[in-house]
């Protein structure tokens, strides 16, 4: 129901834009959320953004370096990287929450759909 596309390989200091489509069965609205994982790790909380394109929360580790955004055809939302680090290397996902939960709590629930995550690697 949500696929991510745009990862790859950067270097220190590049940019990356990640995209997150939700498919028509989706949840006719709702809130989108990114996420990172490490192997090994917990998932961490990046960045979500208010179906109307309105409300926006990041993560302390990226904000003023990345930005969240709606498109148009308000099933896409883009993730745009800048100013990349070594340390923003993992596998990136997107959620769809439809309680908007995600805005104030920066989790989401399993239950929600999730897509299959899209690679970062940032080089040093």
């Known amino acids: 129901q949500l696929e991510e596309s745009g990862g790859g390989m950067v270097q220190a200091g590049g940019s990356l834009r990640l995209s997150c489509k939700a498919s028509e069965d989706t949840f006719p609205a709702h809130a989108t959320g990114w996420f990172r994982q490490v192997s090994g790790k917990e998932r961490q909380f990046v960045a979500a953004i208010s179906w109307d394109g309105a409300r926006t929360i990041y993560s302390d580790a990226v904000a003023g370096r990345f930005t969240v955004k709606r498109h148009g055809d308000r099933r896409l939302v883009f993730l745009e990287m800048n100013n990349l680090k070594p340390e923003d290397t993992a596998v990136y996902s997107c959620?769809?929450?439809?309680?908007?939960?995600?805005?104030?709590?920066?989790?989401?629930?399993?239950?929600?759909?999730w897509g299959q995550g899209t690679a970062v690697t940032v080089s040093s």
């Open positions: 959620t769809a929450d439809p309680t908007d939960m995600i805005l104030t709590t920066k989790k989401s629930s399993a239950m929600n759909p």
